[in-house]
């Protein structure tokens, strides 16, 4: 049952069925919560207080899922939107509105979710840029009614259909200028587009990562096997840092799989995020929002309160970034990630930074840590940022028997986090502070750092 679904009253509505419904309020992930007749209804682009007529997609026993087709009556909070494409799906809501919203949503998860209570909520901290703020997008191509080549993003509720974009305003201007140089080119080649009903057809995706301080930029085409000009696609490309070219049979529309051949430039990206030089593989994860980063992994460091002399356990480290800012703090860093690429780039941005009290190995926290205990000794503080999913019960475990007197909880969505704090809890923690940061204006998305202590 989906979050904010109780026990239906009213008739169960038949897919593809027109209704018109009044948004109460917002669920987690950014749906609308309507209701008719007590059945609960999920709107997508549905804002608090508009009348809508939506279309229901799909109608369970306990609830349905529905995209508002009309807005009838805009609610009180509803503004004109600045993007004309669906990646700003919260553009609609004043930016506190969004703060007020997305703060509420993490108090509601841990209190009704974790049935948590006697944490300090902090104030979400806002981001830098509502706009412009991304550092990577991944694109795809499509065509339009004409046949012509686009580039952009999947519709809302219709995957085979691509939004063009000429200026996606999540990204900077350099970096959309980089993204169009490449489409033009492969315009006056006359690539088709992959059709995903069919399977057929050469270009992909297109992704651009763009470093924020350094103003270096890559480009990474994804396309079905094949030839096409290299030397006229790196004439066309220009101005970059890196370019490159990644083919894959994958079936499934993905940029992880597939042969990734460097074209020309650089095959990482060089930043600068905390006073750090990093370099970053064209599939390392790395937060898209460079700025709020530096907030994130600030804070962070913050609820880890180091005096020198604690060794530091970094699960799920990526490319190492939280384990390097904290390293000149600490006594010693141990980071671990299952993406061996990831682990090359933390291993490579210690030397950089000439970072000499921080390892970081490979392997699948899972399996590896008790290991990882028996080889470095009990931690006296364990960060860890796992994905969205959040962690898992053996996780959970292996994390409870490292036994370290400090947990700084990394999280990226509150009702993953919420059931992970409170097993933590059972188990002799107390959660002591979390907050909120806006790393992704004008979307749903919720990130925040949370301290647990253990007791005694």
């Known amino acids: 049952m989906m979050e904010g679904a109780t026990k239906p009253t009213g008739a169960r509505p038949a897919r593809g069925e027109l209704l018109e419904l009044t948004v109460d309020s917002l669920a987690f992930g950014g749906a609308g919560v309507a209701r008719r007749d007590g059945y609960v209804v999920f709107v997508q682009d549905g804002m608090p207080g508009d009348r809508v007529r939506a279309e229901v997609h799909k109608a369970k026993r306990a609830y349905a899922e529905a995209r508002a087709i009309e807005i009838l009556k805009p609610g009180p909070d509803r503004i004109a939107p600045l993007a004309s494409h669906p990646g700003a799906p919260w553009q609609v809501l004043s930016y506190e509105r969004q703060l007020k919203i997305k703060h509420a949503q993490v108090d509601d998860a841990l209190r009704r979710i974790g049935r948590l209570s006697g944490f300090e909520l902090e104030e979400i901290v806002p981001a830098v840029e509502p706009w412009r703020y991304r550092n990577k997008l991944e694109y795809s191509f499509g065509t339009d009614a004409d046949g012509r080549l686009v580039c952009g993003f999947h519709a809302p509720g219709r995957w085979e259909e691509i939004v063009e974009l ?49 103003g270096e930029l890559q480009v990474r085409l994804v396309t079905s096997p094949g030839e096409l000009d290299r030397a006229g696609l790196i004439a066309a490309a220009q101005p970059l840092g890196g370019l490159l070219w990644t083919r894959t049979d994958s079936v499934a529309e993905t940029t992880q799989e597939g042969e990734t051949e460097l074209l020309d430039g650089g095959d990482r990206l060089e930043e600068e995020i905390g006073g750090m030089r990093v370099r970053i593989s064209s599939t390392a994860f790395f937060q898209t929002n460079t700025e709020m980063a530096e907030r994130l992994y600030g804070l962070a460091i913050d609820y ?10 970094d699960l799920y480290c990526g490319i190492g970034t939280i384990g390097l800012l904290i390293a000149p703090r600490v006594a010693e860093v141990w980071g671990l990630e299952l ?35 028996q080889r470095a000794g009990r931690p006296d503080t364990l960060v860890v940022d796992p994905p969205r999913s959040g962690l898992s019960q053996k996780v959970v475990r292996r994390i409870i028997e490292a036994g370290p007197r400090r947990i700084v909880y990394v999280s ?7 059931p992970n704090a409170a097993q933590l809890v059972e188990a002799g923690y107390a959660l002591r502070r979390v907050r909120p940061v806006d790393m992704f204006p004008q979307t749903p998305h919720i990130e925040c750092v949370a301290l647990l202590e253990r007791h005694g």
């Open 412 to 418: 990226c969505n509150p009702t993953t986090l919420a």
């Open 339 to 373: 993406v061996e690429e990831a682990v090359a780039d933390a291993i490579a941005n210690a030397r950089l930074n000439e970072v000499e009290n921080a390892q970081f190995f490979a392997g699948d926290v899972r399996l590896v840590l008790r290991e990882l205990v």
């Open 166 to 214: 000429t200026d996606s305003l999540l990204a900077s201007e350099p970096a959309n200028a980089a993204r169009e140089r490449v489409v033009e080119w492969c315009r006056a080649q006359g690539l088709s587009a992959f059709d995903r009903r069919t399977h057929e057809g050469f270009l992909r995706n297109l992704v651009v990562r763009e470093g924020r301080r350094t």
């Open 304 to 313: 880890a309160t180091a005096t020198g002399t604690e060794r530091v356990y």
